[in-house]
């Protein structure tokens, strides 16, 4: 099968393109461990944040593969939704089931959800916890939707706008969006830039249309256009057909 053309985005984009699904994960699986085992020599100790949903599955089961000092590893969700850990819809479930396993199960994971307290109170729950992991992390694995949200940073929802401010002071949002079941938190753009690189992970026709839309738009539109219009911080898509 051959390879996809490359995705129209800005020039300072890094693009890597495979034909499906399972070469994507695994390539992406090596350029997260290798960055992982840089900051764990460099460091003593390494930090990752990964997203939730279906596409990057793969590359979580390829990741936990992977011959890591895990026990010196932390790793927290992009975002999540306000459900306890063993629902259908967590975010946490499917990192546990996917990741976390053999071991993978040695790394300190972060969670982002405790139904147990407010939602507000665990907000700054999630602050605290960042301020205490390992800063800038090593890389930052973002997913994106068809109509270009990121994390749970959906367009027009009521906390995205001021979660979007990368010179804002919060690093976690409760998010309540119009077009999808169940309050979120979600990390900021300022914690999701607090890394050495941020990666893209986006399959399909459907994802590339909204992608090269997203960064000829503004991220109030398309959240995703807050890290495709930054040159602060290198980006790298991953984009398999």
Same mark, same amino acid.
Request: aromatic residues 4%; glycine residues 6%; charged residues 20%.
């Given at each position: 099968m051959a390879? +996809?053309?490359? !995705? ?5 984009i890094?693009q890597? !393109?495979f *034909?499906n699904?399972e070469?994507? $994960?695994?390539a992406l699986?090596l #350029?997260?461990?290798e960055?992982?085992?840089?900051d764990l020599?460099?460091h003593?100790?390494?930090?990752f944040?990964? +997203?939730g /949903?279906r596409?990057?599955?793969l590359f979580q089961n390829a %990741?936990a593969?992977?011959p ?5 590893i932390?790793?927290t %969700?992009? =975002?999540?939704?306000?459900?306890p850990?063993?629902h259908? =819809?967590s975010? #946490?479930?499917?990192?546990?089931t996917q990741?976390l396993?053999?071991d993978?199960?040695a790394?300190r ?8 307290v *407010? +939602?507000?109170?665990q ?6 916890? !960042?301020?205490q992991?390992t800063r +800038?992390?090593?890389a930052v694995v %973002?997913?994106?939707?068809d109509d270009?949200?990121?994390a ?5 929802a009521?906390g ?11 690093r976690a949002a409760?998010?309540?969006?119009t077009?999808?079941?169940? !309050?979120?938190i979600s990390?900021?753009?300022?914690? %999701?830039?607090?890394?050495e690189?941020v990666m893209i992970?986006i399959?399909?026709? /459907?994802?590339?249309a909204?992608?090269?839309q ?6 109030e $539109? ?7 219009r930054q040159?602060?911080?290198p980006?790298?898509?991953?984009y398999g *057909?």
């Amino acid at each position: 099968m051959a390879l +996809p053309s490359p !995705l129209q985005l800005p020039p300072n984009i890094r693009q890597s !393109l495979f *034909a499906n699904g399972e070469q994507m $994960a695994q390539a992406l699986a090596l #350029e997260v461990a290798e960055r992982l085992r840089t900051d764990l020599r460099q460091h003593g100790a390494a930090s990752f944040a990964v +997203p939730g /949903g279906r596409t990057p599955t793969l590359f979580q089961n390829a %990741l936990a593969r992977q011959p890591l000092d895990w026990p010196r590893i932390s790793v927290t %969700l992009t =975002d999540d939704r306000w459900v306890p850990a063993d629902h259908l =819809d967590s975010n #946490e479930r499917l990192l546990r089931t996917q990741l976390l396993h053999g071991d993978a199960s040695a790394a300190r994971f972060l969670p982002l959800v405790d139904t147990r307290v *407010a +939602p507000e109170r665990q907000r700054a729950n999630v602050e605290q916890m !960042l301020s205490q992991s390992t800063r +800038p992390s090593a890389a930052v694995v %973002l997913g994106m939707g068809d109509d270009g949200h990121t994390a749970s940073l959906f367009p027009g929802a009521p906390g995205t706008a001021a979660a979007l401010d990368p010179l804002g002071l919060a690093r976690a949002a409760l998010i309540a969006p119009t077009t999808a079941a169940h !309050l979120r938190i979600s990390l900021t753009v300022k914690a %999701l830039l607090d890394t050495e690189v941020v990666m893209i992970l986006i399959q399909g026709e /459907g994802k590339r249309a909204a992608i090269e839309q997203a960064a000829l738009s503004h991220p109030e $539109a398309h959240p995703i256009a807050a890290f495709l219009r930054q040159s602060q911080i290198p980006v790298h898509v991953y984009y398999g *057909a």
